[in-house]
């Protein structure tokens, strides 16, 4: 169990939408933060009604979705030439989270068996207008039904961690890839920010990940992380949001600065901005203990230099 009983390690304001405070606290064991107080079922939606919340429109009005649509194209390449060197035969694809389907749009012109998963409305419309189709939801799926499942900055929104990843385990074939792309609490630009920093982005993202945590809650399910990819546009996007969060004003060249210090400073313990988890089925995972995820960072690291 993930344990948030823990002291409070920051305060977080919403920047986007409500403007309300909310904890921080630190689950040491896992190495990960929780966002508290956790909003309720019933009341979680209001936060990302707005027009601010850009991953669910194509907006290209103002700076900031101009900015969002021009990272998220060379964000989109990255990602299918990722699923397409993993699996070259294709297969059966799920993301979940598919907000305006963008992704599972070229993954189908690339010759994938498209499913999307995705709770705003207002997003799956948008979506179907580009051949995107949903299911309607993924308790209905089948279990071991496909060959690769995609997050892509979703887990930190799920309500239930631990319970979203034993999903992600009966629907995964055997020999299928789980990819998890998540904010990075451990990298430059989190500290540098703080409390502005956007990956935070509370109370819609509910859980902040470590390397170290990702690998413990995939480890209970007997799932292994292979390989460890940065985002290295994710520090720039994120730093000029903070800028603004921090100052009111985006400072352009403050951004680019931090989001390149940032960027050189990963590269000795590879704690960039964002990290892709490529997770796999693990015969032996139940062997594993703590100490080895943390021998084994270093060798994830030295394996995937030069990948994608």
Do not use: C
Not at 70 to 85: H, M, S, T
Not at 92 to 119: R, V
Not at 272 to 298: P, Q
């Amino acid at each position: 169990m993930i344990d948030n009983t823990k002291k409070i390690y920051l305060t977080v304001k919403d920047y986007t939408v409500s403007g309300e405070t909310f904890g921080l606290y630190r689950d040491e064991k896992m190495d990960m933060l929780i966002t508290f107080p956790k909003p309720n079922a019933n009341d979680l939606h209001r936060y990302y009604e707005s027009d601010a919340y850009i991953s669910h429109t194509d907006g290209k009005g103002s700076l900031v979705e101009m900015l969002y649509q021009f990272v998220k194209k060379f964000a989109l390449k990255k990602k299918i030439n990722i699923i397409n060197n993993l699996h070259p035969a294709k297969g059966k694809l799920l993301d979940i989270g598919a907000g305006t389907g963008d992704f599972l749009a070229i993954a189908k012109s690339n010759g994938w068996d498209i499913t999307g998963i995705e709770p705003s409305e207002k997003a799956k419309e948008i979506a179907t207008k580009k051949g995107v189709s949903f299911a309607h939801s993924i308790e209905a799926l089948e279990d071991n039904s496909f060959d690769v499942i995609t997050m892509w900055h979703v887990l930190e929104h799920v309500p239930n961690v631990e319970k979203q990843i034993k999903e992600l385990k009966r629907l995964l074939k055997p020999e299928g890839t789980i990819i998890i792309a998540v904010p990075n609490f451990r990298s430059f630009d989190a500290k540098y920010y703080r409390r502005f920093w956007a990956g935070f982005d509370v109370p819609r993202h509910l859980w902040h990940f470590s390397k170290k945590a990702i690998k413990q809650l995939f480890l209970k399910e007997k799932m292994k992380v292979e390989k460890i990819l940065p985002m290295k546009f994710d520090a720039f996007y994120v730093s000029l949001l903070s800028e603004k969060y921090k100052t009111g004003y985006m400072n352009f060249f403050k951004a680019i600065y931090i989001g390149l210090k940032s960027n050189y400073k990963a590269k000795k313990r590879f704690q960039y901005s964002s990290l892709i988890y490529v997770i796999k089925n693990a015969k032996n995972a139940n062997k594993h203990t703590s100490s080895t995820i943390e021998e084994e960072n270093e060798v994830i690291v030295a394996e995937n230099q030069n990948i994608a």
